[in-house]
């Protein structure tokens, strides 16, 4: 049996990407995109189809180009996520507007655009997660929308301080960044790590302890990954979320899958409990989750700019 297949025994598999190839192949049960995703698949050729159908929906929606531009991109959006959830038996993550990470009202108007959108497809919300970048206001975004119904998976999480304000805000689901996490360290420390003292896994593994001991009910799902190695010492996490390339090599593997995380056997610190002031603070002192929060909402908002460009033309 593949390492891919043993795997799936204690963990959740989702695909992390945009290439419906990609995500039949492995069948995995869930999918993740984001902006960066949408922007390599919408270039590729096979997918013109989705990106002129935006494109017409878009063209009809708006009263000037930045409206127009505005509907075609959330319609891009879901029509990727309308194809994937064609593939998976679950649900997809569909992402808002990094440039809204710091305004609670537009970011819930932008999950409900995107939920409206699905449901006017015959989709039910329940086969949707809105992912937020995981800010102060991202989390009170996501707290609004999960008291409707709608339910969120928090991105660009690099940090305790973050994983306690998802589990008090009642999030469905956190994604920790495992290998950006690792990236950050290598380069401050200027020494690799490996297996259970990869600080990514660390922090992942903190967080998933401190969510069963004290029953939370949101899941964690390990995203980011830059090595099977990664992978395999989280183990029994909710759910991991692994690119295409780190799939087949989990599939080209046979080594023996020994599961790491266990609720059984979560062991935790002190519960705490976390306003905003000790929110900044707790993140104010984590050098290495600020940057990379930061960072990580640069990129994918830089790569939203570059998708508007490229529909802005054929919009007009």
Sequence with gaps: MSTLEQLKKFTTVVADTGDFEAIGKYKPTDATTNPSLVLAAATKEQYAALVDDAVAFGSKNGSNLDEKLESTIDKLFVNFGLEILKIVPGRVSTEVDARLSFDVEKSVAKAKRFISLYEAAGISRDRVLIKLGTTWEGVQAAKILEAEGIHCNMTLLFSFAQAVACCEAGVTLISPFVGRILDWFKKSAGKDFVGAEDPGVVSVTQIYNYYKKYGYKTVVMGASFRNTGEILELAGCDLLTIGPSLLEQLQNMTVPV???????????????????????????????????????????????????DYVRAKLQ
């Design 258 to 308: 020994e599961r790491k995380l266990n609720p059984e056997t979560a062991t935790a610190s002190e519960k705490i409990s976390l306003d905003e002031g000790q929110f900044r603070w707790m993140m104010n002192e984590d050098a290495m989750a600020t940057e990379k929060l930061a960072e990580g909402i640069r990129k994918f908002a830089a790569d939203t700019v570059k998708l508007e």
